[in-house]
């Protein structure tokens, strides 16, 4: 078998809140395992408000671990900090939920995707980094003149594609999408699915698919994870988990996904199971 890329063993994540002397402590995520190898899909779902935001973040320290064991490609990946840290990290890129807020209204467009360059490749000149943009631009549908314009400017679809070139221009080896087209309209949301199927299918990267749209992750992953209050309930390849799961909440998940009338073209995964 094809050894991880990721794997998490029974990470703990808690929020603390309170002054001195009253501080509170929740659980957010308990007792979570998980494994991603190279090339994989594994989608995450469960409803809002379960810890799958949470566990996204705490997969790339961006919030602190509790307890547990966490590793990338074999090594200890709560061990790496500062410097060590920040270079490591071009390895694991997110694409955020809302795309309007993820990027800086008052950067252009080729500023802000020169961050990760200026980051992760600093040896670059100025002219190969603008190359490098336009060329990452024209893969997720948009112009290079895209790069002189400024984020009020673009719909929230083609936000959305800037901060998936924005996330691939480090060329990671692990892409975490936290919900990329729940806030896009349905027609909008097989562009964004499509387009980061095509891109995992040319570099070969994993990706770890959050969203509560059951037919857009059957679309996508390999094995799926479902999720509730914090703990992982069940854990299937995605032909298992639709046609026989085995978790009663898994059930109900599957019997709330809507199935619509398809009228005309080609059928989508976006109108249900």
Not at 22 to 31: F, G, P, Q, T, V
Not at 136 to 162: K, N, T, W
Not at 247 to 267: I, K, Q, S, W
Request: proline share 7%; aromatic share 4%; net charge positive.
């Amino acid at each position: 078998m094809t050894a991880p890329l990721l794997e998490a063993r029974s990470l703990r994540v808690e929020y603390r809140s309170g002054g001195l002397g009253a501080k509170s402590r929740r659980i957010a995520l308990e007792d979570v395992s998980l494994q991603i190898a190279p090339g994989e899909t594994l989608g995450l779902v469960g409803e809002s408000g379960c810890g799958k935001s949470t566990l996204a973040r705490a997969l790339l320290r961006l919030l602190p671990v509790a307890a547990g064991e966490l590793r990338f490609r074999g090594e200890d990946w709560l061990a790496p900090r500062g410097r060590t840290l920040r270079e490591r990290r071009r390895h694991l890129q997110i694409v955020f939920q809302d795309p309007i807020s993820s990027v800086d209204p008052r950067m252009t467009i080729a500023a802000s995707l020169e961050e990760p360059l200026r980051a992760f490749e600093p040896a670059l000149g100025a002219r190969e980094r603008r190359a490098r943009i336009a060329a990452m631009l024209d893969r997720v549908g948009l112009a290079a003149d895209a790069m002189r314009r400024y984020p009020h400017e673009f719909s929230g679809g083609q936000c959305q594609r800037i901060c998936v070139a924005r996330a691939m221009l480090p060329r990671p080896a692990l892409l975490v999408c936290d919900e990329p087209v729940s806030s896009l309209d349905v027609s909008i949301q097989g562009q964004i699915v499509n387009l980061l199927a095509d891109l995992q299918r040319d570099t070969g990267m994993a990706m770890l698919f959050i969203s509560h749209n059951l037919a857009v992750v059957r679309q996508l992953s390999h094995r799926i994870l479902v999720m509730r209050h914090g703990r992982i309930l069940e854990s299937a390849t995605r032909e298992e988990l639709f046609a026989a799961p085995r978790h009663p909440y898994t059930r109900e998940l599957l019997a709330a996904v809507p199935v619509l009338p398809r009228v005309g073209g080609p059928p989508s995964a976006m109108l249900g199971p």
